[in-house]
């Protein structure tokens, strides 16, 4: 039988594939947002170009899960199907603190997966933790009073869960169900399909941008350490702050971490059991030594694996509107779903 192969690769540099760089280096040696002109701030936050149009029909529900209702919102082509859709069961990044169904890696790049893959897409408003300093997060509906590690995979996987029993409503097949998402997002959507594949159900793909799969990053290469090297301190992914972001998510010591909370973690025996997997990192970005680094666990599980690294993109890069990367990253992920 054949083996499955990883694909590493680097994304062609689509159109003003510099113009995040430009950016980046517009906000030199600053510490803080603080510290950046208010101009150049702006620019930072501009969109690259027009947000994408899609004909959907969009819906707001609350779905049953086990720490109360989790909101999600559905996306579904307008067109009419010529049989069942495949699905994509997607997650929005923030640190496992921040993020919403509105932001652009959420609302935008469900949109934009729907149609260009006329699937169905339904994002994932999964509970979020407070704050490294103790502020409190958004109210979520039901509880429970403090979150960590495992509330929002449960979130998680209860959205894939209702995904599949409502199957015939949602006019999808159960067999072309995959999961997605991106930073602590890809995080869960990595930690769910290993735990659904653990239990015997699993995912037909995971699609895993920039994600957080190690609680703290491996050793980077010299390509990966000469990116860094030019890379923003206000866009860094420093040890002290992924340790303040890990431990928090999962509230004790990182050495205490397991594998559902960061799949990296995970043996191979316990890897071989995943589906098809998409790794995207950015140039740009600590976390792609993460991301490279699970691409080999995996390999080395015999998990069919394609690793892409996105050139000329900062971390959440998803979230920038307009940006040919983005659109570049959502094409790839399109063209995997409609292969299910």
Same mark, same amino acid.
């Given at each position: 039988m054949t083996q499955p192969k990883a694909t590493a690769q680097t994304s062609p540099p689509p159109p003003a594939s510099d113009e995040m760089e430009r950016r980046m280096r517009e906000l030199g040696d600053a510490a803080t947002w603080a510290d950046v002109d208010d101009c150049v701030h702006r620019a930072w936050d501009a969109p690259y170009g027009p947000a994408e149009q899609w004909e959907l029909e969009i819906e707001d529900r609350e779905i049953p899960g086990p720490h109360g209702p989790v909101p999600v919102r559905l996306y579904t082509p307008s067109t009419a199907a010529d049989g069942l859709r495949p699905c994509l069961v997607w997650c929005h990044g923030g640190g496992f603190m921040h993020g919403d169904l509105d932001m652009p890696e959420g609302d935008h790049v469900a949109r934009g997966i729907a =149609?260009?893959?006329?699937?169905?897409?339904?994002?994932?408003?999964?509970?979020?933790?407070?704050?490294?300093?103790?502020?409190? %997060?958004?109210?979520? $509906?039901?509880? $429970?009073?403090?979150?960590?590690?495992?509330?929002?995979?449960?979130?998680?996987?209860?959205?894939?869960?209702?995904?599949?029993?409502?199957?015939?409503?949602?006019?999808?097949?159960?067999?072309?169900?995959?999961i =997605?998402?991106?930073?602590? =997002?890809?995080?869960?959507?990595?930690?769910?399909?290993?735990?659904?594949? !653990?239990? =015997?159900?699993?995912?037909?793909?995971?699609?895993?941008?920039? $994600?957080? %799969?190690?609680?703290?990053?491996?050793e980077p290469t010299a390509d990966e350490t000469a990116a860094l090297a030019v890379t923003p301190t206000l866009l860094r992914f420093l040890p002290e702050t992924m340790r303040a972001m890990s431990e928090n998510y999962i509230g004790r010591a990182l050495e205490?971490?397991?594998?559902?909370?960061?799949?990296?973690?995970?043996?191979?025996?316990?890897?071989?059991?995943?589906?098809?997997?998409?790794?995207?990192?950015? !140039?740009?970005?600590?976390?792609?030594?993460?991301?490279?680094?699970?691409a080999e666990q995996l390999t080395e599980a015999g998990v069919d694996v394609e690793h892409v690294v996105r050139r000329g993109a900062c971390h959440g890069h998803l979230n920038r509107v307009g940006l040919p990367q983005a659109a570049a990253s959502m094409d790839r992920m399109a063209d995997i779903i409609q292969e299910l």
């Open positions: =149609g260009r893959a006329d699937a169905v897409v339904i994002s994932v408003d999964y509970r979020l933790c407070d704050e490294v300093d103790g502020t409190p %997060t958004r109210e979520f $509906p039901g509880g $429970p009073a403090r979150v960590l590690a495992p509330v929002p995979l449960d979130d998680v996987c209860a959205a894939v869960a209702w995904t599949r029993e409502h199957a015939d409503e949602l006019g999808i097949d159960r067999a072309r169900v995959a =997605g998402g991106a930073s602590a =997002g890809g995080n869960l959507a990595a930690a769910a399909s290993l735990r659904l594949a !653990e239990d =015997g159900a699993p995912l037909a793909a995971s699609l895993l941008l920039y $994600p957080v %799969t190690h609680p703290l990053s491996p205490n971490a397991v594998p559902h909370e960061f799949p990296g973690l995970a043996s191979t025996q316990q890897l071989a059991v995943l589906p098809r997997t998409y790794l995207e990192a950015d !140039e740009f970005d600590d976390l792609r030594v993460s991301a490279r680094r699970y």
